[in-house]
């Protein structure tokens, strides 16, 4: 029995000991954090499929073709420049090595099948059996809106980048398109004007020229579309903004635009390409007015 109680005072001591032992240094290890499984956490939302114009995009577009030159230039400013497979051969800037595959109007079907396009784009209307044979082949073919405000305007341009960066991110880059346009045009401050088209026409309500314009004057041509100079005749413009295919000349000698001139109307060219193809150029319209004008205060 003494024998029993000896041991248990030795291992009583034993343990006592053990308290004036040094710490057990804590490891430098960082804590691992154990994530439960990976399907129990909440999923990054698709941006796939997406629909744009009506048309339905099953996944990021890697092959594009393009067939009108403003959907070219926004392409390249967006810097999917190595997307396009095919452009129209109406497509002049940028300089692209591209192949070119025709024009809305005669699209050259057997080379765009060919390309095996995952979406192809273009502004001006194709004939329903070209649609059809390109569609068949697998590519998404989106008929764009051509703008006639500056909403529709940032539209293109979010049209254009959803096939890219799907719905969210595309709705951004239109909204600072289309920022970016009024801010341009909120340079100009003009009175009244006439814009008056390379086919001698004057663009109205509805008209692009009109929508942009009229953000900094007043439209003297109230009639939807575009009309004939000649209903325009009691109008006093203090601004004739022509395009560039006309010459002043051209402006002079029309009847009613003669008028307005002697009047003191005071005339200004513009790119007419802005307008025909909306893109980041579009802005420089205003630059070519501000220019003019500054020229004319110099006189």
Known sequence: MKRFWMI??????????CSDAAPVAESSQPTEIIVSDVADLPAEPALFPIEICGTEIAAEAKRVVSLSPAVTEIIAELGYTDRLCGI??????????????????????EVITALKPDVLFTISDISERDIYAIEECG??????????SLESYGKLYSDIAAAFVGDDAA???????????????NTVNLTSFVYVTGKMTAAGKGTFEDALLSVCCENVCTSEGYAQLSEITDAAPEY??????????????????????????????????????????????????????LGYAAE
């Open 8 to 17: 248990t005072v030795v291992c009583c001591l034993m343990l006592a000991g």
């Open 88 to 109: 129209s051969s109406y497509c002049d800037y940028p300089e692209l090595t591209v192949q070119a595959v025709g024009s809305p109007e005669n699209p050259d079907v």
């Open 139 to 148: 590519t998404a073919v989106v008929e764009l809106e051509a703008p006639s």
């Open 171 to 185: 709705k951004t880059i239109g909204e600072e398109a289309a920022l970016t346009l009024n801010s341009a045009a």
């Open 240 to 293: 004739i903004i022509a395009s560039d295919e006309l010459t002043y000349e051209d402006v002079a000698y029309d009847d009613t635009l003669s008028v307005f001139i002697y009047n003191g109307a005071q005339v200004v060219f513009v790119s007419a390409s802005g307008f025909e193809r909306p893109s980041a150029r579009t802005c420089e319209i205003f630059a070519q007015i501000g220019e003019q004008l």
